[in-house]
C-alpha cells in the first residue's frame, strides 16, 4: 500500500536550537585593502537568519522533498496542465545555457543563440506561423503580450476596438491576460455540445471587437470544427484570432494554429514541449504570430544573417515582457526534447495522448460519471462531472479527488472549467503506460464503488498523505492568517492581537 | 516503432482494438483539409548520446571566457554551491505542480513558506509572495497594484533606473493609461530631491526608486522620499537587488508600501536570460495584501490538528476571478524561489553578511584601481554596490581588447561609459588582469 512520508519538520529558523554560530557555505576572501564601508546612515541592523551547517540544510530539504509528488513520483493526471514525463536528457541543456550572461556580446554566445534559433524555427512548423519569439516566460505572459500586439495593431490602424471576445470554456487567464491589455471582455457561451457557438459569436461580432481568444481543442478536450467558420466570421469584422495554445498536445503533429486561421498563438513549452513544471514554474513560453503580427512581437527574436546569430527587434514590437531573453534555460530543455523525438515522435504526440484519453473514457464509461457530447471523440483531456454522484452520494468531485490521493495517484483539475457542475478534468498523457493507465481507472472506479458504500470515509479522505486535510478557514482568516514566520512572531509578541485588515 | 518516452507506440493498435475504434476515429473531428499533410520539416529523432554531441557542438561555438564576465545590468555572476543544484533537482520538487492539493503537497508548500520567510527578513516586510517572472515583471505588477488601488495614473520613476525594468514597465502598463514620469539625478547619482518635490502631488499614483539604482549607487535619501510620498498617499514602491540588503537598510525600514527585486543574485545562474526570479513583498496591510497578484502559502493545521501549509487568499487569482483578478500570472519561478530559500539558509546570518562585504569591498577595489592606474573618471560620484560606471575614452576598443584576452568587460553605455559588476566570483588576479589589458589600449 502506498504511504507517503511523514516527517516532524520544523522550520528551517527552529532547527539551531543553541543559537551557536554555524554557516553552511565558506566565502571566498581576497587580500585587499579594506578601508572602505557603507555609510552609517544606510547600514543595515541585525537580520534574523538560520544559522546552519550544509548538511543540515540538505537534511532539511530532502526531507521535505519526501513530503511532495512528482511526475517522477507517479501519474498526476491534472487537465490543462500536461504532466508529461520530463526525460533526463533535457539536464544536459543546461551547458549551453547557465553561465552565460543574457548581455554578453553576441559574438561569445553563437552557440547559444544557434539553439535558440532552430528551436524558434521548430515552433514555427508544429504550429504553422511565420515568426516566433521566446521572449515570454510562461504562457500568462505570452497571452498578455498577444492582447498587447491586437491592441498595437488596432491602434495603428486608426480603429477603435475595446471588447476581447472570450470562449466561455477559455482558462481563466484568457480573460485576465484581456482585461491587463485594457480590453472589456465578453464571454461566448458554448452550445449544447460543447463547442463554440457559432450562431452566436456571428451576433455578438461587431467593430468594437478587437479579437477572440480560444482555445482548440478547448477545455472541454473537444475539437472546435467549426474553426474554419469561426476565423470567417472574426476576420471579416477586422478581428483578430488568438490561439491559447498552453496546450498543443492534443493537436500536435496532426494540425496546426497557422493553418486554422489563427493570427497569434502562444505555446507552454512546460506543458506540451517536456520543461518539468518545477513545482508552479519556472516554464517557458513562446509568443509565435502569422503575416503582418509578426511585426508586432516581443523582442529578442534570433535572426541567421551571414551565418551569424544576432538578437533583433521587429518593426513594431511592443517591447520587452520579460527584462531580458526570455527564460532561455527552459528552451534549451525543450530543444532537447523536440530533438530526442525528431520529427518522427512528434507526430505521435497527439495521436498517443488522444489515445490515452479516449481510453480512459473506454474505460470509465459505465461509471456514473458524466460526459457531454459522450459520442465526441476527446483529444489530450476529458472532463467528467461527478454530479451525478454527488447527488445520489454526497460525494463530491473533491471528494474523489482526494480519494485518489490516497491510491497513490495525484488528483485531476478539479471545478474547471466553470462550466461543468463537480467537474473533474482529466489529461493522462502520452507518457503513461496503458498498465498504468489500467490502474488509474480501476482506481477511479472503486472510488466511486466506495462513494455508494461508504461516503463517509471518502469524505474523510486522504489518510495515507502527510497530513490530512487542511483548515482553510483559518489559513485564510483576518485574524488567523499567516504568510511568514515575521507574522508567527508578531503573533506571539502581540498574544495574537494582529488581524490583516 | 518504438520510443524511450512513449510506452504505449508499440501498442496503439492493440488498444484501439480493444476500445473497437481506429485512429481516424479519434480524429473524425478534424476537419480533412485542415489536417498537416506530409511530412514536418524537423530532425530525425536523436539518442541521447546524439543530443549530447550535438550541445557539445554547440557549447564550441561559444566562447570560453577566462574568467565570468564583469558585467551586470539587474544579474550578475555568481557562484551557485551544489547544495542549491542538487535539492533544486530533487524530483519529488522540480517535477511536481503548483500544490493544488495541499495533502500530498505539504514538501514544496512548507519550502516555498520558508522562502516567503526569509526573504521577509530579509526586505523586513511581513507579506512576500512565491514569486513573479522577474524584476521588470514583478515593477510592472505593483504599479499596475497601485493604480487599482488609487485609480491615479501618474507613475514617477528614477532617470537612473534600469532602462530593461522601463522597458517592461512601459508595455505592461501602456495599455492601462500609465504615464511615467522621471526624476533627474543629482551630482552624486542619487535622486534629487527639489525635482521629485516639483513632480509629486495629488495625481501620482506611485513612485518608484531602485536601491541600488542602475548605476550602482546607493540612495541615501529614501526616508524622505517616503515621507513625502505618504502625505500625498502616493503608494511607494522600491525596488531591491536582496543581496545589497546584507548591508544596507532594507524596504521595510523606511516603511515603503511594496518591494521588488530579482531573487537572481541568491543562487540563481545567469542561464543567458532566464529563468530568474520576481520578488514581490507588501506590509501588513490588507489594502495591499488583496490587491496583490500571485501565489501566497501560510500555514494552518489539518484535522488531525497537526501543522500544515497550504495555498492561501486565492480569491485573488485569475482562476476564481477571472477578468477580475489582480493578474494573469499562473506559472511563476516557484522552483526558483526554493534555489533563494536553500542558498540564503546556507549562507546564514553571518555569510549573507560575509558575502556582501566582500562583494563591496572587491567592487570598490576594482573602482579605485581603474581610476587611479587610468584616470578614468566616473560620472556620478555617490557610493555603490557591486556595480559601478566609469568613463572610457572608447569602450568598443577596450572591449574588443579584454575580449582578444578572453575577458569580457562591462556593459556598453555609450561609446565612452561602461557599467562594470565586480562580484565574489570576480578574484583579485582577475580583477589586476582586466585593469593590464586596459591599460595596453589605453
Ligand atoms: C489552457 C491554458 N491557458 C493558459 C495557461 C497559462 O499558462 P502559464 O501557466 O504558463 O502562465 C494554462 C496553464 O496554466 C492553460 O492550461
Not at chain 1, 288 to 304: D, T
Not at chain 1, 353 to 359: Q, W
Not at chain 2, 318 to 325: D, G, M, V
Request: contains cysteine; proline residues 5%; glycine residues 8%.
Amino acid at each position: 500500500m502506498w504511504r507517503q512520508a511523514l516527517w516532524d519538520e520544523p522550520l528551517i529558523f527552529e532547527i539551531n536550537k543553541t543559537g551557536s554560530s554555524r554557516q553552511g557555505i565558506m566565502i571566498p576572501k581576497e587580500d585587499i585593502e579594506d578601508d572602505v564601508s557603507i555609510p552609517d546612515s544606510l547600514r543595515r541592523k541585525e537580520i534574523d537568519l538560520p544559522e546552519l551547517t550544509e548538511n543540515e540544510v540538505v537534511r532539511h530539504f530532502v526531507r521535505l522533498s519526501q513530503m511532495n509528488y512528482g511526475v517522477d513520483t507517479g501519474m498526476m493526471p491534472l487537465g490543462s496542465c500536461t504532466m508529461k514525463y520530463n526525460p533526463k536528457s533535457e539536464e544536459l541543456a543546461q551547458t549551453i545555457t547557465e553561465d552565460y550572461h543574457p548581455l554578453q556580446d553576441e559574438s561569445t554566445v553563437q552557440g547559444t543563440l544557434e539553439m535558440v534559433y532552430e528551436t524558434q524555427e521548430w515552433l514555427k512548423e508544429v504550429t504553422g506561423m511565420d515568426e516566433c519569439s521566446l521572449q515570454v516566460p510562461a504562457g500568462s505572459a505570452g497571452e498578455l503580450a498577444g492582447v498587447i500586439m491586437m491592441r498595437k495593431y488596432h491602434l495603428g490602424k486608426m480603429s477603435h476596438k475595446d471588447e476581447m471576445l472570450v470562449a466561455d470554456t477559455a482558462h481563466g487567464t484568457n480573460p485576465a491576460s484581456a482585461s491587463m491589455g485594457g480590453y472589456k471582455v465578453v464571454y461566448i457561451k458554448s452550445n449544447e455540445e460543447g463547442l463554440v457557438d457559432v450562431d452566436l459569436l456571428r451576433s455578438t461580432v461587431s467593430e468594437r471587437t478587437a479579437g477572440f481568444m480560444l482555445t482548440n481543442p478547448n477545455t472541454l478536450g473537444l475539437f472546435e470544427e467549426n474553426i474554419a467558420e469561426i476565423s470567417k466570421v472574426i476576420h471579416e469584422k477586422g478581428g483578430l484570432l488568438y490561439y491559447d495554445g498552453a496546450n498543443l498536445n492534443g493537436i500536435l503533429g496532426i494540425v496546426r494554429p497557422g493553418d486554422m486561421g489563427f493570427d497569434v498563438v502562444h505555446l507552454n513549452l512546460h506543458k506540451t514541449f517536456g520543461v518539468p513544471h518545477g513545482g508552479g514554474g519556472p516554464g517557458a513560453g513562446a509568443l509565435c504570430a502569422k503575416g503582418e503580427m509578426a511585426r508586432y512581437l516581443p523582442y529578442p527574436i534570433v535572426k541567421k544573417a551571414d551565418g551569424k546569430f544576432t538578437l533583433y527587434k521587429p518593426e513594431r514590437s511592443i517591447g520587452k515582457i520579460s527584462s531580458f531573453n526570455g527564460n532561455i534555460g527552459n528552451v534549451a530543455r525543450a530543444y532537447v526534447y523536440i530533438l530526442g523525438l525528431g520529427k518522427e515522435g512528434i507526430s505521435e504526440i497527439a495521436r498517443l495522448s488522444t489515445l490515452a484519453t479516449n481510453y480512459l473514457i473506454y474505460k470509465l464509461k459505465d461509471s456514473n460519471l458524466e460526459l457531454r457530447s459522450p459520442d465526441r471523440p476527446r483529444k489530450h483531456e476529458v472532463v467528467f462531472s461527478a454530479k451525478r454522484i454527488y447527488d445520489e452520494t454526497g460525494v463530491s468531485a473533491l471528494d474523489i479527488a482526494k480519494g485518489l490521493l490516497d491510491e497513490g495517484f495525484y488528483a485531476p483539475t478539479i471545478y474547471f472549467p466553470p462550466i461543468v457542475e463537480e467537474a473533474l478534468m482529466i489529461e493522462p498523457t502520452e507518457t503513461e503506460s496503458i498498465e498504468t493507465l489500467d490502474m488509474f481507472a480501476n482506481a477511479l472506479l472503486k472510488i466511486i464503488e466506495n462513494a455508494y458504500k461508504n461516503p463517509d470515509r471518502l469524505r474523510q479522505s486522504p489518510s495515507n498523505t502527510a497530513v490530512s486535510r487542511l483548515d482553510q478557514t483559518k489559513a485564510n482568516h483576518p485574524s488567523t492568517v499567516t504568510p511568514s514566520y515575521k507574522v508567527e512572531k508578531l503573533r506571539l509578541l502581540l498574544k495574537n492581537d494582529l488581524i490583516l485588515k | 516503432m518504438t520510443h524511450p518516452w512513449l510506452p504505449n507506440l508499440s501498442s496503439k493498435e492493440d488498444i484501439l482494438k480493444a476500445m473497437g475504434k481506429t485512429e481516424n476515429d479519434l480524429f473524425s473531428d478534424v476537419p480533412k483539409e485542415l489536417m498537416i499533410k506530409g511530412e514536418l520539416s524537423l530532425p530525425h529523432a536523436r539518442s541521447e548520446y546524439e543530443v549530447k554531441m550535438r550541445l557539445r557542438e554547440l557549447k564550441d561555438k561559444n566562447v570560453e571566457l577566462k574568467y565570468p564576465p564583469f558585467l551586470g545590468g539587474g544579474v550578475c555572476p555568481h557562484y551557485v554551491p551544489e547544495a542549491v543544484k542538487f535539492i533544486i533537482g530533487r524530483s519529488e520538487f522540480y517535477t511536481s505542480y503548483t500544490p493544488y492539493q495541499p495533502e500530498i503537497s505539504q514538501g514544496i508548500l512548507q519550502a516555498l513558506y520558508e522562502y516567503q520567510s526569509l526573504m521577509a527578513e530579509i526586505l523586513d516586510m511581513e507579506v512576500v509572495n512565491s514569486s513573479m517572472y522577474d524584476w521588470g515583471s514583478s515593477l510592472a505588477e505593483a504599479v499596475l497594484m497601485a493604480f487599482r488601488i488609487n485609480g491615479r495614473k501618474k507613475v514617477i520613476i528614477p532617470e537612473l533606473i534600469n532602462p530593461l525594468h522601463e522597458e517592461v514597465l512601459r508595455t505592461w502598463t501602456e495599455p492601462r493609461g500609465i504615464q511615467l514620469v522621471k526624476v533627474r539625478p543629482n551630482e552624486e547619482g542619487t535622486l534629487d530631491l527639489d525635482d521629485l518635490s516639483r513632480k509629486l502631488n495629488g495625481e501620482v499614483s506611485s513612485i518608484y526608486v531602485e536601491q541600488p539604482n542602475f548605476y550602482g549607487i546607493l540612495e541615501d535619501n529614501l526616508e524622505t522620499v517616503v515621507d513625502l510620498a505618504r502625505k500625498l498617499k502616493v503608494v511607494t514602491i522600491m525596488g531591491v537587488n536582496p543581496l545589497s540588503l546584507s548591508l544596507i537598510k532594507p524596504p521595510g525600514e523606511y516603511g515603503v508600501d511594496i518591494a521588488v527585486g530579482d531573487g537572481q543574485e541568491l543562487g540563481i545562474p545567469l542561464n543567458y536570460g532566464g529563468p530568474y526570479m520576481g520578488i514581490m513583498a507588501v506590509r501588513w496591510d490588507a489594502r495591499l495584501v488583496r490587491q496583490m497578484p500571485g501565489r501566497i502559502v501560510g500555514k494552518t493545521k489539518d484535522e488531525n490538528g497537526r501543522q500544515g501549509y497550504t495555498l492561501i487568499l486565492q480569491t485573488r487569482e485569475q482562476f476564481a476571478r477571472r477578468e477580475k483578478a489582480t493578474s494573469n500570472i499562473t506559472t511563476n519561478e516557484a522552483l526558483m524561489a526554493i534555489a533563494n530559500a536553500v542558498y540564503i539558509s546556507l549562507l546564514g546570518k553571518n555569510g549573507f553578511k560575509e558575502l556582501g562585504e566582500e562583494i563591496y569591498k572587491r567592487s570598490h577595489y576594482a573602482m579605485r584601481k581603474i581610476v587611479k592606474e587610468l584616470g578614468y573618471s566616473r560620472k556620478f560620484q555617490g557610493d555603490f554596490f557591486e556595480e559601478f560606471e566609469i568613463n572610457l575614452k572608447n569602450y568598443d576598443k577596450v572591449h574588443n581588447a579584454l575580449l582578444r584576452h578572453g575577458i569580457h568587460g562591462g556593459l556598453k553605455l555609450s561609446d565612452t561609459s561602461s557599467l562594470l559588476c565586480v562580484t565574489e566570483v570576480h578574484s583579485k588576479k582577475a580583477i589586476d588582469e582586466m585593469v593590464s589589458v586596459m591599460k595596453e589600449v589605453m
